[in-house]
């Protein structure tokens, strides 16, 4: 006797799965990046040694394994099913990385955890089924149209904004500078994958769409954003630790992928008020979750600065100079580089 697989099984083992190869592909890129900033200049500084590192090309090689399943997890299940496990990929990460990295995820980061998760499969439930079109025409007909023009030029100006004028500056301290420029590219490099896919499709079903030049353009703006998107994503893993930047990646990354895709394929029109009314709800907590996770970072950085020694450890003394612009500071073990200047303490 033969056991009948539904195609919803088969498209829930292949969503799962690309979950678990998506989240064990951040552990290995990240140790990865590790490795390689020891040998060179670290991706976040703006080096690429990371290139010569195996552990960060099975990372990649990982993650594209879980893309593809991610990718065929579609064909047997619909996106209502699939998108929301999507974030199975958050727990799979956040756990290795306690137990692997030992990057420790607080309380208030696990909440916020929770609550980026919670809105985000809120948002992804209650999102409008898009329509797939019948050709690469008929794509690039949408999104030469005034809606999403205004939105590619949005982000392309945000990204240019950012490159230039934050990234050096806040870049290694504000985890949104790196995110914001790899989620937005991310949205464009979405929806010209696509457009490739719906060529390709019908292209195997024998209609040729590589005899239009939208497909060659599609397929070069998805280069180009898929790159700039890793890049930053790199450079976002090396210099944050990966039990923030991997749920703060996932809800800006899918937040902006559904407003891309919303505002180019129409999926909105039609939909009823509890649909819009639950995914404004969605949102609300994605950005209450994300504003948790920066709370419990910067909690644990500010502490980290503040108990940069063991204090159970001996003892502390020191005195201040009344009439010297120096600091003296005398410390009965050494935790602390004593500065000999005179005065009595105070």
């Known amino acids: 006797m033969v056991l009948q697989v539904s195609d919803n099984a088969k ?8 979950s678990a190869f998506v989240g064990t592909s951040f552990i290995l890129k990240k140790i990865g990046l590790r490795r390689a900033a020891k040998c060179g200049a670290s991706a976040g500084g703006g080096g690429y040694t990371y290139l010569s590192e195996p552990l960060w090309w099975a990372g990649m090689s990982t993650m594209l394994l879980g893309e593809v399943a991610n990718f065929v997890a579609y064909i047997f299940a619909p ?18 990385a306690h137990f692997v990295l030992k990057e420790r995820l607080e309380k208030l980061g696990v909440l916020g955890c929770v609550s980026c998760i919670v809105g ?6 209650h999102a409008p089924e898009e329509h797939m079109p019948n050709s690469v025409v008929e794509i690039w007909n949408l999104a030469t149209q005034p809606g999403f023009l205004a939105y590619a030029m949005t982000t392309l100006l945000l990204v240019g904004t950012l490159v230039l ?12 500078i790196y995110l914001g420029i790899c989620s937005s ?3 464009l490099t979405v929806v010209s994958i696509k457009a490739i896919g719906v060529a390709i499709k019908l292209t195997l079903d024998g209609v040729n769409q590589a005899v239009y030049p939208y497909t060659w353009f599609f ?6 954003c898929g790159v700039s998107q890793i890049n930053y994503l790199n450079k976002a893993l090396d210099t944050f630790n990966l039990a923030i930047v991997s749920p ?8 902006l992928t559904i407003l891309a895709s919303g505002i180019m394929f129409k999926d909105w029109a039609g939909q009823s008020l509890s649909s819009i009314a639950s995914e ?24 980290a600065a503040l108990l940069p020694w063991p204090l159970d450890k001996g003892s502390i003394s020191w005195c201040i100079s009344l009439s010297s612009d120096n600091l003296l500071k005398n410390v009965e073990e050494d935790y602390f580089v004593a500065l000999q200047n005179s005065p009595a303490p105070v």
Not at 11 to 18: M, Q, W
Not at 248 to 255: E, K, R, S
């Open 120 to 125: 985000s499969v809120v948002v992804v439930v």
């Open 219 to 224: 397929l070069m703006v998805a280069i180009i």
């Open 165 to 176: 004028f934050f990234e050096r500056r806040y870049g290694q301290t504000n985890i949104l």
């Open 79 to 96: 996106a209502v099913l699939v998108t929301p496990l999507g974030a199975l990929s958050i727990i799979v990460s956040s756990v290795l």
């Open 280 to 303: 404004l709800c969605g949102l609300t907590t994605i950005l209450t979750g994300t504003i948790l996770l920066h709370t419990a970072d910067e909690g644990a950085n500010n502490s």
């Open 11 to 18: 498209g829930l083992a292949l969503a799962v799965a690309s």
């Open 185 to 187: 590219m991310g949205s």
């Open 248 to 255: 703060i990646y996932y809800v800006m990354f899918t937040t």
